[in-house]
Structures are given as C-alpha cells and as structure tokens.
C-alpha cells in the first residue's frame, strides 16, 4: 500500500483546494492510502473528504516556520508517507521539510491563476522545485513556465487538467432570484483576474435589450477591495435589480441545476474547474479566452468562447443564448458530453497514477532537476 499525503495551505472553497479533496477521495484504494495535510489551517472544505482520508494541519505561523516543517517530517515518517504531492505555495515549506533529513518523493502541482496578470519571483521558485521529482501543471503556459523559467527537464513537467465529479443528486432545490429561462451563473472567487467588472459592463449590455436577465454571482471574498469595488458596481443603476451575491455555497451543483447560462469573464486562468462544472451540468456557457479555456472548450465549439475584456463581446454571446433556447440546450448537450469525455475522473485520473508511478520509480536522489 502506497502512502500518498496531499498538502496544501487550507482547505478553502477555491478551485486548488477541491482538487486537493477530490484527488484524495478518488485515489483507488487497493493501491493508495490518502492523507490530508494542511500548512496553514483546516479549512471549511475539510467535511468534504472521506472518512478514511487522514487529516493533519500543521498550524504554520509564518513564512518560513522551522517548527512546521519539523511536525511535516515526522508526520511523514511516523504515517510511511511514500509520496508527498504538494499543491500551490506548500512547495516552499515542503522544500524546507526534505532538508530536514530522508523524506519521501515529491511531485509539485501548479495550479496559479493568475499568471497573466501577475508576475511569480522564478529564481525562488526554481530553487524549491529542485527538491521535487517533477512538476504537474493545470494549464500549457504553466507547463512552459516550469520548462523556461524553473529550467526543469520537459520529461520531468506534465500538463495534467482538471477533473470533475458528477453531481451525487442530494442537494435539495434551491430557490434562486429571476425568471427560470434568464438565469446567468457566473462561479467565481472575488479576485482581480476573475474580471467580474467586464461580466458587469456586459451585463448593462445584455439587460438593455432581455430586461428580465439575472446574473448569480458565487464565490468568497479573496480580495476584500476587489470586493468592495464590484459591489459598488453592481448595486447601482440598472444593475440593482438584477444581478445577486449568494456568497460562497457548498451547494453549487444544486444552483447550477437550477440556472440556464454559465458564464466566466476572466482575465486571467489555469484550468478552471467552475468552467467544467458548468459543463457537467449541461449548462450552456460563455467564457473568455483566459488559461486552457480554449482547449475546454474546443475553441467554441462546445461553448462560446470570446476575448478576454471585451464587455461588448461577452454581452453579445450571452443575448446569443439567452434569446435561444435550442441553440441553449444544444451548446449544453455538447458541452456535457466533452467534460464526460476529457475532464471526467475516469479520463483524468489514469493519466495522474502514471505521473505518481514515475516519481516513485526515481532514484533516491533524483530531483526536478536531475
């Protein structure tokens, strides 16, 4: 039985953070056992994992905590971890932690967002990936990025999307503002490069000619004056009457069930998982170009894809659907039927188990860099 121990900062409700949940539940059990650890904090995600998921947070209260790094080491040590894969910024004390005497195989994943609209220190990073085995990315920029900037060997980075799960059908209904028919869901956490003022101004678009058009907004605060800025916005004028916050729900699947149109305005993406849960829930959908969009996608084929920032295109390819019904349920079929085939847990996870086997069959001194 291989030890596999999964950490991250916390378990939060973003993207990153699910992935981290749903990897430890849908390891196969006859090969792995799955553990938890969090760096930082526990995390509201936390009653998501199974039962036999071990759970461990090693309460870090700084950048570089010696004292963190050392419960990380003999958590290791005292549970056989075989294989730590470790998950965003948790590279850095997963790093300090192999220092610290013999520790298990290490695979970093990549999932930053934001790299089209913010810059990462590369030498820093380059330098905690040499403790690695290698490098999993959510997206081909990201993949290239470890290649150019990390100088890790291409045989050593794989590009590995994102993989939903078909909704379990226990959430209840849940009762939504607008009209069935004109409901638009935008799933996104409240940061810069999520773009939720472009997806306003198209909004004014799309409300001067389908006045009964609402727009759902899900996701947590990240950045409070982000926040602050696009509430302002969407309180004000027209915009008042329709567009709602629900805040951060676990229920997600159960309002995608009840909404017509998902949208994504972003500037800037990995691979977002809100996009595939769109299509798993047979929405038709509307997002930018950011990230690996267009692949998800298939370059509009499944779904309308239209340039990042561009208000006016996006309110145009939401009237498009709206004022549609079977262009709607054809773009939703199609789309279903693409996360069923390319982002499902049986398309994904076959290609991870791979990438694990590869890391653990490395010599004992083997690294990203090697």
């Known amino acids: 039985m291989i030890h596999v121990l999964q950490v991250c900062e916390a378990l939060d409700l973003g993207g990153l953070e699910r992935m981290v949940v749903n990897i430890a539940n849908r390891l196969p059990r006859d090969r792995f056992r799955s553990h938890v650890c969090t760096t930082r904090a526990v995390g509201p995600l936390a009653p998501a994992l199974s039962d036999d998921v071990k759970l461990t947070s090693l309460g870090r209260t700084s950048r570089v905590d010696i004292s ?54 590369a030498a820093l990073y380059a330098t905690a990936v040499q403790r690695a085995g290698g490098v999993i990315s959510v997206n081909a920029q990201l993949a290239d990025w470890a290649k150019t900037s990390l100088h890790v060997p291409a045989h050593r980075v794989w590009y590995l999307p994102n993989f939903v799960l078909e909704p379990d059908g226990t959430d209840a209904a849940v009762d939504l503002p607008g009209r069935p028919g004109l409901r638009i869901v935008c799933v996104a956490n409240f940061r810069v490069q999520k773009d939720h003022g472009t997806l306003l101004r198209a909004m004014r678009r799309v409300l001067r000619r389908v006045p009964e058009a609402h727009l759902i907004l899900l996701g947590y605060v990240d950045n409070v004056d982000y926040h602050a800025e696009i509430q302002r916005e969407m309180t004000s004028g027209m915009l008042a009457n329709h567009v709602t916050w629900l805040g951060s729900r676990n229920d997600v699947p159960a309002i995608l069930h009840g909404c017509d149109v998902g949208v994504l305005s972003s500037a800037s993406e990995g691979l977002p998982l809100a996009l595939l849960e769109y299509g798993m829930a047979g929405l038709a959908t509307v997002t930018t170009d950011a990230g690996q969009c267009p692949e998800v996608v298939e370059n509009g084929r499944v779904a309308l894809m239209v340039p990042r920032g561009d208000a006016d295109k996006l309110g145009d390819a939401l009237l498009l659907v709206l004022e549609s019904p079977s262009r709607r349920a054809q773009l939703g079929t199609a789309f279903r039927q693409r996360v069923l085939d390319a982002y499902s847990i049986e398309a994904v996870r076959a290609r991870l188990l791979k990438i694990y086997d590869t890391v653990l069959s490395l010599g004992p001194s083997a690294s990203a860099g090697d």
């Open 68 to 121: 963190a790094a050392r419960r990380l080491v003999d958590y290791v040590r005292d549970h056989n971890v075989q294989l730590v894969h470790v998950h965003g910024t948790s590279l850095f004390l997963v790093a300090l932690a192999s220092l610290m005497g013999p520790f298990p195989r290490i695979i970093w994943h990549d999932h930053f967002g934001r790299y089209a609209v913010e810059a990462r220190p």
